[in-house]
């Protein structure tokens, strides 16, 4: 028989960085008999372990999917996220299991739970060579011809250039074509957070954690195995602020005041991004979270 989308049911844990999502949604996966679906832009590629917070070791046996899944040279679209994670989702739910999807990506996170109709627009290199090559301003002035949202993570260079390459492609505007949701779960969202202030304290303690646990040499050993500094600053955050450091464009003492700002900034646009998200159900604790679950489970 045939399950109705009342019947596929997935639990999302959703919130800004630094707010222990992954360790709750473990902790969770284990206890309700899940498996997690990541839905972290960058956990996705391989080699981005610390800057990513992948924290692999606290798995154990639990069985994950869609981290760790491509090299970092490799320019991930938003649809293929979404048709792999699709396929997860439903491997996980004919195993009668329940999946988890965990991350702070909106994009990742939306276009699953909301099952957003992406428009299908293939990699131009001509195009992108072109867009590369203008300035930060004059691709956002472009980009917002097309009327992005507001929330658009305008500092995110290869964003930018991806959408504007679909709008241009496909000769519609991306952002009123993903508004045709058909979503193909039901699910739960429960959201984690603290006050911007707590969240900037918990980011200046993760930034000693990366830099003690090597996150220098990390970036270090990307660029010596073939990725350029051009898509290390794609990739951006910690993984931007530490190769300018590494091409000596900046002390180690900037870097580490440029790593906790930008950091604090991204976190704040997330939370901009997930308060207008009214189907959110902000948790406080796991004891919280387990009753949530068991509500919608049964």
Same mark, same amino acid.
């Given at each position: 028989?045939?399950?109705?989308?009342?019947?596929?049911?997935?639990?999302?844990?959703?919130?800004?960085?630094?707010?222990s999502k992954t360790k709750i949604a473990i902790n969770l996966a284990k206890k309700f008999n899940g498996e997690i679906?990541?839905?972290?832009?960058?956990?996705?590629?391989?080699?981005?372990?610390?800057?990513?917070?992948?924290?692999?070791?606290?798995?154990?046996?639990?069985?994950?999917?869609?981290?760790?899944?491509?090299?970092?040279?490799?320019?991930?679209?938003?649809?293929?996220?979404?048709?792999?994670?699709?396929?997860?989702?439903?491997?996980?739910?004919?195993?009668?299991?329940?999946?988890?999807?965990?991350?702070?990506?909106?994009?990742?996170?939306?276009?699953?739970?909301?099952?957003?109709?992406?428009?299908?627009?293939?990699?131009?290199?001509? @195009?992108? !060579?072109?867009?590369?090559?203008? +300035?930060?301003? =004059? %691709? *956002? #002035?472009?980009?917002?011809?097309?009327?992005?949202?507001?929330?658009?993570?305008?500092?995110?260079?290869?964003?930018?250039?991806?959408?504007?390459?679909?709008c241009i492609q496909t000769g519609s505007k991306i952002f009123k074509i993903a508004n045709k949701n058909q979503p193909?779960?039901?699910?739960?969202? @429960?959201? !984690?957070?603290?006050?911007?202030? +707590?969240?900037? =304290? %918990? *980011? #200046?303690?993760?930034?000693?954690?990366?830099?003690?646990?090597?996150?220098?040499?990390?970036?270090?050993?990307?660029?010596?195995?073939?990725?350029?500094?051009?898509?290390?600053?794609?990739?951006?955050?910690?993984?931007?602020?530490?190769?300018?450091?590494?091409?000596?464009?900046?002390?180690?003492?900037?870097?580490?005041?440029?790593?906790?700002?930008?950091?604090?900034?991204?976190?704040?646009?997330?939370?901009?991004?997930?308060?207008?998200?009214?189907?959110?159900?902000?948790?406080?604790?796991?004891?919280?979270?387990?009753?949530?679950?068991?509500?919608?489970?049964?």
């Open positions: 028989m045939k399950q109705s989308i009342e019947d596929k049911k997935i639990i999302a844990i959703v919130g800004p960085t630094s707010c679906v990541g839905a972290d832009s960058r956990q996705i590629y391989k080699g981005l372990d610390i800057g990513t917070g992948k924290d692999l070791e606290e798995y154990g046996d639990l069985p994950y999917h869609l981290i760790d899944i491509v090299k970092p040279d490799y320019r991930y679209s938003l649809a293929q996220y979404q048709n792999r994670a699709y396929k997860a989702i439903d491997s996980i739910l004919k195993k009668q299991k329940i999946p988890f999807l965990v991350g702070g990506s909106g994009l990742y996170l939306n276009s699953v739970l909301n099952g957003i109709s992406l428009p299908k627009a293939k990699p131009n290199q001509k @195009l992108r !060579k072109k867009l590369q090559n203008m +300035q930060d301003k =004059e %691709r *956002i #002035k472009l980009l917002k011809s097309y009327n992005p949202p507001r929330n658009f993570d305008f500092n995110n260079p290869r964003r930018v250039i991806r959408a504007i390459e679909i193909r779960y039901n699910s739960l969202v @429960l959201g !984690k957070t603290f006050p911007i202030n +707590q969240i900037r =304290e %918990r *980011i #200046k303690k993760r930034v000693d954690k990366w830099m003690n646990q090597g996150l220098v040499q990390e970036v270090k050993e990307l660029k010596d195995n073939g990725l350029s500094w051009q898509r290390l600053d794609e990739i951006g955050l910690e993984y931007r602020y530490v190769s300018y450091y590494l091409q000596g464009k900046i002390d180690y003492k900037t870097l580490i005041d440029k790593l906790i700002i930008a950091t604090g900034q991204y976190a704040k646009r997330q939370i901009t991004w997930f308060k207008k998200d009214k189907r959110i159900i902000w948790i406080k604790n796991r004891k919280e979270a387990q009753e949530k679950i068991r509500n919608f489970l049964s």
